[in-house]
């Protein structure tokens, strides 16, 4: 049987990739600081950990696993990664647990580590027209990530690379764009947008207005889970290093997601701009490369990703709302 190991399994993706390895018949061991939120873990060993610290990684990392998937991050959505209260413990967290997983692995010899880097690495000036954002792997530098989380990521990517040229390993590295889906976090602050707006078009009345940051002009694209498991095992289990980009050509203003989830809940919603957190005006991923090398890209449509998604936010919005019987 082979083995896996999933660092960050508690997480949104980790969660659902442990379920996938588990389906392909592997034995998987998941580790993180905590457990995942919204579902039992489906994994052989999960252990409750810190990757930050070395003993945990060393004790965790005790074989040579057959494939390793490091997805540990300090990470959320706009109005975390950029208000700026963060930023030294983002940078600190993150590159700590990729410098101790990444060394944990190479002292047991394992060939290679699947990193999650992320589109927040691209450079800000490529990124400032919402119509025709460049988001090429090529277009990296001269770097100029918009955020602290971005440089990390760019630190990272340059790390796992150093290690194949200078070890002989062979690590993959893929650059995520907006990730979505059930089972994800949907509120407090970390969230990122399509789950945002469900929860906003699912706690709204009929008729009722949802906030938008900004002038809700700002275009991305976003990736159903499913299609970025696929990519993801794709590329690892590939002869192509990456870094590659991971994510939908399908670009949508906010204001457009918004009025999407609002069809798919069946309201007529007005929105509401508001000040808050956007990051840059506009990113889209370039798929010309994934195709080229691992002859694949994904290609579900944003709306029924989001039709997935909707019914299951909407249940767990109702669910806190529902108030609690007395003891």
């Given at each position: 049987m082979k083995t896996a190991l999933v660092c960050g399994a508690g997480g949104f993706i980790g969660g659902h990739l442990v379920r996938r390895l588990k389906r392909e018949g592997f034995w998987v061991r998941g580790v993180d600081i905590k457990a995942h939120e919204y579902a039992e873990t489906e994994a052989d060993d999960f252990v409750i950990g810190d990757l930050r610290d070395q003993a945990l990684c060393r004790a965790v990392i005790d074989r040579r696993f057959d494939e390793v998937y490091q997805l540990a991050a300090d990470m959320g959505g706009a109005g975390y990664i950029f208000s700026g209260d963060h930023d030294a413990e983002v940078m600190h967290n993150s590159a700590t647990i990729n410098l101790n997983v990444l060394d944990a692995c190479h002292k047991r010899t394992i060939k290679g580590v699947f990193y999650s880097s992320s589109a927040c690495m691209y450079p800000?000036?490529?990124?400032?027209?919402?119509?025709?954002p460049k988001c090429s792997e090529d277009s990296a530098y001269p770097a100029a990530p918009d955020s602290e989380y971005g440089w990390e990521k760019l630190f990272s990517e340059r790390l796992y690379l150093a290690y194949n040229r200078n070890h002989g390993m062979r690590n993959r590295i893929a650059r995520y764009h907006n990730i979505f889906g059930p089972q994800g976090t949907w509120d407090g602050g970390r969230?990122?947008?399509?789950?945002?707006?469900?929860?906003?078009?699912?706690?709204?009345?009929?008729?009722?207005?949802?906030?938008?940051?900004?002038?809700?002009?700002?275009?991305?694209?976003?990736?159903?889970?499913d299609e970025c498991l696929e990519g993801t095992m794709r590329l690892y289990r590939s002869d192509f290093e990456g870094p590659v980009n991971i994510g939908s050509e399908e670009m949508v203003t906010i204001n457009g997601l918004a009025l999407m989830v609002a069809d798919i809940?069946?309201?007529?919603?007005?929105?509401?701009?508001?000040?808050?957190?956007?990051?840059?005006?506009?990113?889209?991923?370039?798929?010309?490369?994934?195709?080229?090398?691992?002859?694949?890209?994904?290609?579900?449509?944003?709306?029924?990703?989001?039709?997935?998604?909707?019914?299951w936010i909407e249940q767990q919005v109702m669910r806190n709302a529902a108030p609690r019987k007395a003891a």
């Open positions: 800000a000036y490529n990124q400032e027209d919402p119509d025709n969230e990122k947008a399509p789950a945002a707006m469900c929860r906003k078009v699912a706690q709204a009345p009929q008729g009722g207005q949802i906030e938008i940051w900004g002038d809700g002009q700002q275009t991305r694209s976003f990736l159903y889970i809940a069946g309201k007529a919603l007005e929105l509401r701009h508001v000040p808050g957190p956007q990051g840059v005006r506009g990113r889209n991923s370039d798929n010309a490369l994934i195709r080229q090398r691992l002859g694949w890209a994904p290609g579900q449509g944003l709306r029924q990703g989001l039709e997935q998604t909707y019914p």
